[in-house]
Structure formats: structure tokens, C-alpha cells
């Protein structure tokens, strides 16, 4: 997905944000116990059990002495861990290496509660090789990933079963290519059974899928190439089937999918019992969904449910995975069909039910409480800029808020297995981040709360939400930060920042909403209007029309609701129109082009900071999703790209890209150069050698690129009020 959000640690309040991220973010993953009443996590290198209702009563599970390996003298740095099921032993991650996005492979290490020893899984595989290790359900053995082939390591003698064999860099079992992993967030790709006899797994074959080759040209003194597998728009997915293989080792068992391997994605599997599998299987377009049953033995496959949409469907909504109740024998879904995001009960039949009627979208299912006979869920059926916890019946019905009215802003909450407790995190643009633990469905504090001493004290963005409503009848949301010491007979410069494609929202209640953290001193200040708009097309919970309306129209429908909305709030006596603005960062950098290029009367200066330039350019998962099939719909990617339009630029325009960016390509900024260069459009840029999407790679990369973007801001579209 083209996002980013941008966290810099150049001010003191970006240093506090990060502090108080880390601090609230209990989940997801947090190791509950079996009553529910107390979760382990790392700290300060030991696994520690904390009692949610009374943290300082916790106890140490692993010490950091207990952390070091034998003939060692430090200790295992754990990233994550889990514990069998019977709580005796505890898996360990540790030494963890990045797969583009995430540290998901490094070394695994089990500790023995009863006997305290440490020993290393994977003896033999090369170092930091290992991925996604789980217990089988008995806690006997280990199943883990290394160099795209599966193992299955046994616990008493450490005897190691190879399950794949074929796995080489292009043909994956166990985990995902690129894309997989970038748009449908698939990374783990196995699943124990539930008696733990089998390994269900995806294989994906990317043997055809092209490499981009990005250029080292600073790391050596000969320019080296560095191959990324990076299928664009119009070129084939990779292969992708779901097999069956017994621990003990043996054949694997292909499940009899229907439909071309090659021109559909299978973005969900879990196992629906010890028999049987259900998968989720999407087309090419992404817009019809089927969920099909397979007997595990045989691989006979049983399609049980199908669903269409003219646009697409987020095979995100379905959470991750099944969230099964009733003893197996029905499992909770997300569909839009009714044109909101509603839950739906749903049985092996595909026979299902609406759980939450009304004009309201789910934003996600947070837990379901069989002995309580409720479902916890997130969502705001009054402000899209909003999220709050509801429950409904299980049986379905009228949801009722559980979160207290007075705590206006953006929520999470982690909520115990037993249903009557949660962790959960609340900020807002006016509150610091704050986590606790509250009681279920009551609501009420029982432990947390506190809130840093430097976070009492320090100046936080005044930020203002509003609505305005188009010249075409569209009402969007928006937030404002004014100037301080704000002048009504004056008239500022303002500053819109954007994204405005469907992979996020930028009008968000919650704490760092209205902070730039790429400029350097204080925007309000220095005399700036900060500014941001949500048009249609992103996804904010406000119906499916709203979400939807973007299809096949990303640099049209959402560049218009963008100008059209900057015009009305331009109509304030207090916005000088002559020093007007535009920011953006991946498809925010489109989006900022795009506006640029084609309401010049608008926007004078504009900062594109990793932007796709030519949509032909970004990967087959995402553009294809919201644009169409090539060779149809190639109009729709031409015609609403940036580059169609660059010969309209009459402002001052920053570029900024990574040349070593493997999510958006360095060759669109050089296309656009060339672009811009064709049509003698002058126009400034900064390149980053070998920096990622996130340009924060090197030393003084992040200082710098704030010193960029604010001296060309203020040289090009002046502070202060006049």
C-alpha cells in the first residue's frame, strides 16, 4: 500500500509521541493467562506475568539470567515470544532480521519452565533464518520456516523434519512474496492442525514474476544491482495454492481450488477443524469473494459462499482469519453487501446473518464473549474521525455503546479471554496518549491511567475539526490548526497536508493529529494555517458509497473532493489565497502533484515526497484493486496518473524521493523529471541515495530531509500573518 506516516523525532512532542505510543501499545499479541486476568510481555530483558487489575504486583517468569545461553555471558535480547499451550514452555525470538517491512525472521530458543534450560531451535540452518516458529498444540514440537521450506522440529531429541524441500528464492512455502506481504498483509503462511497430526501451508510460485532492479551506486565502488520481485500493474501474480502435509513427513496434499491459480488470490486459510480447511479466495479484479471449504485429505473443495461488488472487496475486513463460536460450528464475518461494514454470523453452509443493522459501519471486531453471549467491535456511527467500542448480542441486534461519552477521541482495547477486562488505549488531539485497564462492559479504571510529568507541561497543537461541503454537494471533514496569537484582520498562509487514497485517513482525533513533524520549529508559531481534508475514497467509516466512489477514479475523484473542499475553506477572510500549500508522502505525493498539476490556481507550492508518478509503475495487488485490469482499463491508470499532467505545473514544486525506495520505484521520479524537463517546468529536487520509502536510512537523513521541506516552505510560501 502507498502509505506513510510520517514519525520524525525532531521536536520534543514527536520524542513524547513515540514514548507514548510505546507505552500504550499493549497489542496486538499480548500473552494473556488463561483466566484472563493477567498477560506477560518483555521487560527490561525478562518475561514478566503482570496482573492487569494490579500491575505492580507482577512476577518475573524468565530473568534476564535465566535469558543466557550456555557458554554465553549476555542474554537473549527477546523481540516477541509465546508459551504452550500448558504454559511449561515459553519459544523465543530473538536476533531478528527485517523482510522488507518487519523483523520476522531471527533465531528461536525454547526455555523450559521446569528444568530452566535454554536451547536453540534450527541447529544447522544458517543464522537469523528462521520464521513464524509455533507450537504444535500439544506443545511436543516446533514448526518453523527457513530459506522458503518448512521444518518441524521435535522437542525431545531436537530431531529436525523437513516437510518442503523444493523452496528456493522464487518458489515460497510457508510465507509470501513481496506483494503478498505489502498489500494483503500475509506474512505467516502455515497453520498448525488443530490435533496437531498436519501443517496446512501456502505455496506461491513467483518463478515468472520480473525483478525490479534497484541501483547501489554508494556501498561499493562498482554500482551493484539489488533485484527486488515486484510484479507491476498488468503483469501476473504469482501462483498461489494451499497444500496439506503430515508432521511425520510425506507428500503434500494440494487443495482442489477452483479457477486459475494465477489469476486469483488466496489472501485468508485456517484450519476449520482436524478434517478441513477454509480459504478465502479472491479474482484478478479483486471485486467477487468466495469462501470455500476443503477436505483436508483429499483436497475436494466446496465453495459455501460467494459475494460481488461493482468496486472491490478489502479482504482486510475479514480480520485475520476466522473468528469462530458455537463449538466450530459458526464464524463471525465482515461484508459491506448492505453497503455498510456490518458483521455477519455465518454457518459451514454459507448460510448467514445480519448481527448489526443499521447506517453505521463495524471498523473492526475486537472479541467475541460466548459466555456472555456479546460481541465487542470498534466503531463511530456519528464522527468518522472518531473509534469507540460498541457490543452487540451474539445473536445479534441494537449495539450499545461501552465506551464513556466523556472520553471523545480514538480508542483500542485489547479485551481478556474471559471477556471482563480489557487493556485499552485512548488519546486525542487534545490528550496525551493514555493506557489502562478497564472493566468490561462497565467501563470502569481499575489500574493505569498515568500520564508522563514532561507530557503535563508540554504545548500540544491547538487543532480545530470542521466540515465543509462542495461546490458538489459532498461534505467532507477536516481539521485546522490556526496560528498562535491568531489575528482575524490578518491573513495567513495555509498549509494542506494530504494522502487521500484508500489505504488511510489523515482526519483522525488523536493525539499528533495537526503536528508536522518534518517541519522544523513550530508551524503555528511561525504563522502558518495547518490544514487537512478527507475526501471520499479513503477509508473512513462513513458507508460504502463514500469508500467506494473512488474506484477506478484515484487522481480524479479525490483530487476534485480535495480542491473543491480547499476552495470553500479558502472563502475564510483569514486565509491569504495567494500562499497556499500542498504536502503529501507516497500516494500522498500523488495526491499533492496531482493538485499542483491541476488546480494551479489553487495550490502554489507543493513538497511530493515519494510519489507514484505513473500508476503504471506500482504493484498488480493494490492499483489493480482500486483502477481495473490492463489492457481495458489502462485509460484509467494513464489518465489520472501525475505524469498526464505535469505539463500544467505553473507553481514551485520540491520533489523528494529514495533512490533505493522498493515500494515506490525510483523511476518515477525520473519519469516525471523527464516529464517536467519536456515542458521546460522548472521545479527542485532531492534525491536520497539508497534511503527506502521511509527515507530515514544513514546518518542525518532525517534531520536533513526536515531541512529541506522547511526551508523550501518558507522560502516559497512565506510564514506570518499580513
Same mark, same amino acid.
Given at each position: ?44 530483558? =525478562? ?94 514440537? &516446533?514448526?518453523?520456516? %527457513? ?39 500475509? @506474512?505467516?503462511?502455515?497453520?498448525? %492442525? ?17 525483478? *525490479? ?12 544491482? &539489488?533485484?527486488?520481485? *515486484? ?7 504469482? @501462483? ?113 446473518? #445480519? ?57 483500542? *482495547? ?92 489523515? &482526519? ?19 504563522? *502558518? ?65 496531482? #493538485? ?41 491508470? &494513464? ?54 520509502? =521511509? ?28
Amino acid at each position: 500500500m502507498i502509505q506513510h506516516v510520517v514519525r520524525r523525532a525532531g521536536t520534543a512532542l514527536a520524542l513524547l509521541f513515540s514514548v507514548a505510543t510505546a507505552q500504550a501499545q499493549f497489542g496486538p499479541g499480548t500473552q494473556w493467562t488463561k483466566d484472563g486476568y493477567s498477560y506477560l510481555r518483555v521487560q527490561q530483558d =525478562s518475561v514478566v506475568q503482570l496482573d492487569a487489575r494490579q500491575p505492580s504486583k507482577g512476577r518475573t517468569i524468565i530473568s534476564k539470567k535465566q535469558l543466557i545461553p550456555a557458554g554465553q555471558t549476555a542474554p537473549l535480547k527477546v523481540r516477541r515470544f509465546a508459551l504452550s499451550e500448558d504454559g511449561k514452555l515459553a519459544l523465543l525470538h530473538t536476533n531478528t532480521k527485517k523482510v522488507w517491512r518487519f523483523d520476522t525472521r531471527g533465531d528461536y530458543w525454547v526455555y523450559n519452565m521446569a528444568t530452566q534450560e535454554l536451547t536453540q531451535l534450527g541447529k544447522g540452518r544458517p543464522a537469523s533464518s528462521l520464521m513464524f516458529a509455533k507450537f504444535s498444540p500439544d506443545g511436543s514440537k &516446533v514448526a518453523y520456516v %527457513s530459506e522458503h521450506n518448512l521444518y518441524v522440529e521435535n522437542l525431545a531429541d531436537h530431531r529436525i523434519t523437513p516437510l518442503t524441500t523444493d523452496g528456493t528464492e522464487r518458489l515460497i512455502n510457508g510465507t509470501f512474496d513481496w506483494v503478498y506481504e505489502e498489500e494483503l498483509d500475509c @506474512r505467516d503462511g502455515f497453520r498448525w %492442525s488443530p490435533d496437531g497430526q498436519r501443517l496446512a501451508y501456502w505455496q506461491l510460485d513467483a518463478t515468472k514474476t520480473r525483478n *525490479y532492479l534497484m541501483l547501489n551506486t554508494t556501498d561499493a565502488q562498482y554500482p551493484f544491482t &539489488v533485484p527486488v520481485e *515486484y510484479p507491476v500493474v498488468g503483469e501476473d501474480p504469482s @501462483r498461489a495454492r494451499v497444500g496439506v502435509v503430515p508432521v511425520a513427513g510425506g507428500a503434500t496434499k494440494w487443495m482442489d481450488i477452483p479457477g486459475d491459480a494465477v489469476q486469483h488470490y488466496l489472501p485468508r486459510m485456517e484450519w476449520a477443524d482436524n478434517d478441513a480447511l477454509i480459504v478465502q479466495q479472491l479474482n484478478r479484479r479483486q471485486n467477487e469473494s468466495k469462501l470455500i471449504l476443503c477436505t483436508a485429505a483429499t483436497g475436494a473443495a466446496n465453495p459455501i459462499y460467494s459475494e460481488t461488488e461493482k468496486a472491490w472487496i478489502d479482504a482486510k475486513d475479514g480480520a485475520e482469519g476466522w473468528n469462530w463460536y458455537n463449538k466450530g460450528k459458526n464464524f463471525v464475518w465482515m461484508s459491506e453487501k448492505d453497503g455498510w461494514r456490518h458483521l455477519y454470523s455465518m454457518d459451514r453452509t454459507g448460510k448467514h446473518k #445480519l448481527l448489526t443493522p443499521g447506517n453505521y459501519d463495524v471498523i473492526s471486531l475486537t472479541s467475541i464473549n460466548e459466555a456472555a453471549g456479546t460481541i465487542y467491535f470498534m466503531a463511530s456511527p456519528t464522527n468518522a474521525t472518531q473509534t469507540y467500542l460498541y457490543q452487540v448480542p451474539l445473536k445479534g441486534g441494537k449495539a450499545t455503546r461501552v465506551t464513556p461519552a466523556a472520553l471523545a477521541g480514538s480508542h483500542r *482495547y485489547d479485551v481478556s479471554p474471559n471477556g471482563k477486562i480489557a487493556l485499552h488505549n485512548f488519546s486525542s488531539s487534545t490528550s496525551f496518549p493514555v493506557a489502562d485497564v478497564v472493566t468490561l462492559p462497565a467501563h470502569q479504571r481499575v489500574s493505569g491511567g498515568e500520564i508522563p510529568d514532561r507530557a503535563k507541561t508540554m504545548k500540544m497543537p491547538k487543532t480545530e475539526f470542521f466540515q465543509v461541503k462542495t461546490s458538489e454537494g459532498v461534505t467532507l471533514d477536516g481539521w485546522m490548526v490556526k496560528p498562535t496569537n491568531f489575528d482575524t484582520t490578518k491573513k495567513y498562509p495555509i498549509v494542506f497536508m494530504v494522502y487521500s487514497e484508500p489505504a488511510g485517513q489523515t &482526519v483522525v482525533d488523536r493525539f499528533g493529529t495537526g503536528l508536522n513533524e518534518l517541519y522544523q520549529g513550530n508551524m503555528a508559531d511561525d504563522g *502558518y494555517i495547518y490544514a487537512s481534508l478527507e475526501n471520499r475514497g479513503t477509508p473512513a467509516p462513513r458507508g460504502r458509497e463514500f469508500r467506494k466512489a473512488i474506484y477506478q477514479s484515484i487522481g480524479n475523484l479525490n483530487i476534485r473532493d480535495q480542491a473543491l473542499g480547499a476552495q470553500e475553506v479558502l472563502k475564510n477572510a483569514f486565509v491569504d489565497t495567494s500562499r497556499v500549500a500542498v504536502w503529501g508522502w507516497s500516494g500522498g505525493g500523488s495526491t499533492t502533484l496531482n #493538485l499542483m498539476f491541476q488546480y494551479p490556481k489553487i495550490y502554489k507550492t507543493g513538497i511530493s515526497i515519494a510519489a507514484v508518478d505513473n500508476q503504471l509503475n506500482y504493484d498488480n495487488i493494490y492499483q489493480e484493486r482500486y483502477m481495473g485490469l490492463l489492457p481495458e482499463d489502462k485509460h484509467f491508470f &494513464v489518465d489520472n496518473s501525475p505524469l498526464a499532467h505535469a505539463k500544467n505545473l505553473r507553481g514551485n514544486l520540491l520533489l523528494v524521493h529514495g533512490t533505493g525506495d522498493d515500494n515506490v520505484h525510483y523511476n518515477n521520479a525520473e519519469q516525471m523529471i523527464n516529464e517536467l524537463v519536456k515542458h521546460n517546468k522548472t521545479f527542485q529536487l532531492m534525491a536520497y541515495p539508497n534511503r527506502t520509502h =521511509s527515507i530515514s536510512e544513514g546518518e542525518g537523513t532525517s534531520t536533513h530531509l526536515a531541512s529541506t521541506y522547511t526551508k523550501f516552505l518558507k522560502a516559497n510560501c512565506p510564514p506570518g500573518g499580513r
